[in-house]
C-alpha cells in the first residue's frame, strides 16, 4: 500500500504568518509543541485552567487564557487536553467560539474516529499525532534527532487545509524525521492495536518465562536482574530501532545467534495462536466494538476491578518484592487504586454478560 511521506521541505512556514496559535492544555504534549511552535517563529497562546499548568506556561512566558477565551482569538488551536476530556471541553470551551476556517488539530485521532466529537463543517480538522512522548517532541528538536509525526486532514472546509498542516507540522517538529500522511481512523486502530495487540501479547511472553524459572528454583531476584533489570532487553530493543529487528541479531555472538534463530522456529505454532488473538483484537477495534465497550459504565468498573488486582497479586507482587530484596526504589504508581465501590460492582453485578468475566478476575 502506497504512503505519502513529508520532510521538512514540504512545509512552507510563510503559510502561518500572522496568525494566532493557541495551545489548549499545557500538558505533555502542549508544553512542547508550543515551545517548538513559538522557536519556528509563530505567535502562540496557551488556553488551560487557571493553576500549575497555567503558571508554567507563565513561567515560561506564553500569554495564558482560559481555553474559551485563547480558542476566541485563535487562527488555529491544538486541543491537548487528555482524550478523555476532550469531548467535554470540546463541546463547552471550543465549539461555541470557532470562527469560521478556524483550524482545529488534534495529536490523536480517537474521538474524531469514533465520532465521540463532531466538528462544525465549516473549520479545518487536521491531525498532527507525534509518535513520540511529550518531552521527546521538544528534545529531539534541540538535540537534532528528530521525531515521526502521522498527519492527515479530516475535513478541508477553507481549502487550504493541506498548506496548513504541512505549515503547521512543520512548526511542532513533526516533519523532522517525516511526516506520514494517515486518516484519523488509522491513526487511531495502529494507537490501540500497540495498545491491546501488541503490548499484551509481549508482556505476558515476558512475564511467563520468568515464573517458569522462579518455578524450576531460579532465585527470583536473578531471573527477574537477568531477563529486565540487567536492562538487556533495553538495548536490544534500541538496536532494533537503529538496525532493525533481523539485522540486529548479528550483534551477538555465534552462539547466541545460533539459539536464537535455530528455537525461534519453534514458536510458530503458539504464533499462530497468538496471531488469532491479535485478529480478534484488530477487528473489534475496527468496528468499533472497543469503544463502545470502553464508554459503558461495566467497563469503568472492571478496569477499576482489573487494576486493582494487577497491583496487588500475582506479578506485580512478585516484581514489588524482588525490587525490594535488590534495594531498588520503591515505585508504586497506581498506590491510590482504589477498590470498586459497593455500588459499583452491585451494579456491575446486575449485568449477567459480564458476570463470569467478573468472577475470573476474582480468581486471578
Ligand atoms: P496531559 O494529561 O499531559 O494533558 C493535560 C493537560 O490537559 C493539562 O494542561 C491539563 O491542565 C489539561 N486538562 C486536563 N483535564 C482537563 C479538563 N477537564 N479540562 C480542561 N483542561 C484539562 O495530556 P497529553 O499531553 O498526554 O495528551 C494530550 C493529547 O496528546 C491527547 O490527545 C493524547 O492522546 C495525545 N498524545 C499524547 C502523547 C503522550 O506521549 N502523552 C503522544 C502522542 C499524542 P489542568 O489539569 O491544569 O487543567
Not at 499548568?53 to 488551536?77: M, N
Not at 534495594?327 to 451494579?347: F, K, N, Q, S
Request: glycine share 10%.
Amino acid at each position: 500500500m502506497g504512503v505519502t511521506l513529508y520532510n521538512e521541505d514540504d512545509g512552507d512556514l510563510t503559510v502561518l504568518k500572522g496568525i494566532t496559535v493557541a495551545i489548549c492544555g499545557y500538558g505533555n504534549q502542549g508544553r512542547s509543541q508550543a515551545l517548538n511552535i513559538r522557536d519556528a517563529g509563530v505567535n502562540v497562546i496557551i488556553g488551560n485552567r487557571d493553576d500549575e499548568y497555567r503558571v508554567r506556561a507563565q513561567k515560561d512566558g506564553f500569554p495564558t487564557f482560559d481555553i474559551s477565551e485563547a480558542v476566541k482569538q485563535a487562527d488555529a488551536l491544538f486541543l491537548l487536553v487528555p482524550d478523555e476530556v476532550q469531548k467535554d471541553v470540546f463541546t463547552k470551551q471550543v465549539k461555541p467560539f470557532l470562527r469560521e476556517h478556524s483550524v482545529i488539530i488534534f495529536a490523536h485521532g480517537y474521538n474524531i474516529a469514533f465520532g465521540l466529537i463532531i466538528p462544525p463543517s465549516n473549520i479545518d480538522v487536521l491531525l498532527i499525532a507525534p509518535r513520540m512522548i511529550g518531552i521527546g517532541v521538544r528534545e529531539c528538536i534541540l538535540n537534532g534527532e528528530g521525531y515521526f509525526s502521522f498527519i492527515g486532514v479530516h475535513q478541508d472546509a477553507s481549502g487550504k487545509a493541506k498548506d496548513k498542516l504541512l505549515a503547521l507540522s512543520k512548526a511542532v517538529g513533526g516533519l523532522s524525521k517525516a511526516g506520514i500522511e494517515i486518516s484519523f481512523e488509522q491513526e487511531t486502530i495502529l494507537d490501540l492495536f500497540t495498545e491491546q495487540g501488541f503490548g499484551p501479547a509481549s508482556s505476558q511472553i515476558m512475564m511467563k518465562p520468568i515464573e517458569l524459572l522462579v518455578e524450576a528454583g531460579y532465585p527470583e531476584e536473578a531471573v527477574l536482574v537477568e531477563l529486565i533489570l540487567s536492562g538487556n532487553m533495553k538495548h536490544s530493543f534500541m538496536n532494533m530501532m537503529d538496525l532493525g529487528i533481523v539485522n540486529q541479531v548479528g550483534l551477538l555472538d555465534e552462539r547466541s545467534q545460533y539459539g536464537l534463530l535455530s528455537r525461534g522456529m519453534r514458536y510458530k505454532e503458539i504464533i499462530e495462536e497468538v496471531l488469532h488473538i491479535q485478529k480478534g483484537v484488530l477487528r473489534h477495534i475496527e468496528d468499533g466494538g472497543f469503544a463502545k465497550e470502553w464508554e459503558r459504565f461495566p467497563s469503568k468498573v472492571k478496569f477499576k476491578f482489573i487494576k486493582f488486582m494487577a497491583s496487588r497479586v500475582g506479578f506485580g507482587s512478585l516484581e514489588k518484592r524482588v525490587r525490594k530484596n535488590l534495594g531498588l526504589p520503591e515505585v508504586d504508581l497506581w498506590a491510590e487504586t482504589p477498590y470498586p465501590t459497593e455500588e459499583e460492582i452491585e451494579r456491575k453485578m446486575r449485568l449477567q454478560r459480564e458476570l463470569e468475566e467478573f468472577k475470573q478476575y476474582k480468581e486471578f
